[in-house]
Nanobody
Framework: QVHFVESGGGFVQPGGALRLSCATS????????MSWYRQAPGKERELVAG???????NYIDSMKGRFTISRNNAKNTVYLQMTSLRPEDTAMYYC?????????????WGQGTQVTVSS
């Protein structure tokens, strides 16, 4: 059974930092591309950052230089280090695991962790 445990969210002042963690089980973590998405109230869910099974990373432009995604395959965990946080970064952050094999997409989601940036 696939299981995600997301942690690290919370309340932080503008300019602050947080580190999100997503510990997983129930699937072969090293075979999956991992991503962080976020969804603010009234807005669509958007991709924040991704890291492939091979370790390649990608970020949306507004995150570049502020956020860093990483993974530890030995711990089946993906991280999102967030710095220089802004009020517009306030959202629920979700961990995603995805793999495409034999024309089938395997897509798993965490329950989310709330990040609130405010003075």
């Amino acid at each position: 059974q696939v299981h995600f445990v997301e942690s690290g969210g919370g309340f932080v002042q503008p300019g602050g930092a947080l580190r999100l963690s997503c510990a997983t089980s129930g699937f072969t973590f090293s075979n999956y591309d991992m991503s962080w998405y976020r969804q603010a109230p009234g807005k669509e869910r958007e991709l924040v950052a991704g890291i492939s099974s091979g370790g390649s990373t990608n970020y949306i432009d507004s995150m570049k230089g502020r956020f860093t995604i990483s993974r530890n395959n030995a711990k089946n965990t993906v991280y999102l280090q967030m710095t220089s946080l802004r009020p517009e970064d306030t959202a629920m952050y979700y961990c995603n695991a995805r793999r495409i094999a034999l024309l089938r997409t395997y897509d798993y989601w965490g329950q989310g962790t709330q990040v609130t940036v405010s003075s």
